[in-house]
């Protein structure tokens, strides 16, 4: 099981950290990828090394896709062909597409969300057609979650969906979350 975990200038760093971390503690394999290179800054100023260039890798080597949110990292994220594209692609392939605060919006500029519920970082509901008030929405191959504040919650959630409920069990006792 591989994760592919875009990274644009202004990604939130708590969102992007949470994500990679947890993921990895329950065994499964992260590949951060920068846009436009692999020296990313944060919405906070925090710059992280990404793995390798978003132009680098290759879709068909990963199982699924988490988009992180962060202003103007959702955005940027947005304005990239190969992210829009990727969104695309697994949606239609039936791999796990995942966006976590601003980002649920790039997966509605990317269509598929016209007939999914997701949720999304309070203000932006009206960028995707149907939004829920819950801090993390699974409809189908589909993930979404708020915020900062709700990134354990979605990053367990993809634990689940990737490699099982057990395996989602022990990582959160071992993170001491309740």
Known sequence: MK??????DGFEEIEAMTVIDVLRRAGIKVATAGIPGTIVQGSHGVKAIADIKLDDADEK?????????????????????????I?????????????????????????ILTNIKATVYPG????????????VVVEGNVI???????A???????????AG??????????LLFR
Request: glycine share 10%; charged share 25%; hydrophobic share 35%.
């Open 3 to 8: 994760v592919l975990v875009p990274l644009a």
């Open 61 to 85: 080597d990963y199982d699924a896709l988490a988009l992180v949110g962060g202003s103007p990292g959702y955005t940027n994220l947005s304005k990239s062909k190969k992210v829009l594209k």
């Open 87 to 111: 969104v695309g692609d697994y949606q239609r392939d039936g791999k796990l597409v995942a966006a976590i605060c601003g980002a649920p919006t790039v997966l509605a500029e990317a269509g």
């Open 124 to 135: 932006l509901e009206k960028y995707i057609p149907k939004p829920r008030n819950d801090r």
């Open 144 to 150: 979404t979650s708020q915020g900062p504040g709700t």
């Open 152 to 162: 354990m919650e979605f990053s367990l959630k993809l634990v689940e969906y990737l």
């Open 165 to 174: 409920k057990e395996t989602m069990k022990n990582v959160r006792e071992q």
